[in-house]
């Protein structure tokens, strides 16, 4: 019971920040997903609904290192996936922490992709 009462509430903080989180051609969703295991990361034209760039941990360049959904997984998936966005022409994004706290493991992927040449 109490772990279907935090998914919707997990569903909830989703859909408020999605109302206000829109992404564009010019300026697609850079929206990151943590489980428990992998890290996943895209840039989303909402208009368009299409995803413009997608990297996550089960990519066999970062399959290679060892990457985990841990601090030093989201570091390294910061930087990759802002080196593969700027390949694909993005430069700026705006942040979608899909529900998750501003905090740990979401704050250095937001860190590491800035550091890559990701604007938000």
Known sequence: MNTIRKAQLLQKRR???R???NG???RP???VRFTTKHIYAQAIDD???KTLVFLGTLAPELRKKKVAANVAGAKALGVAFAAKAKAAGIASVVFDRNGAIYHGKVKVFADAAR???LQF
């Open 15 to 17: 859909w408020r920040i």
């Open 19 to 21: 109302k206000k989180v």
């Open 24 to 26: 564009t051609a010019a």
């Open 29 to 31: 969703r850079l929206s």
């Open 47 to 49: 208009d368009a609904g």
């Open 115 to 117: 550091e890559g040449g």
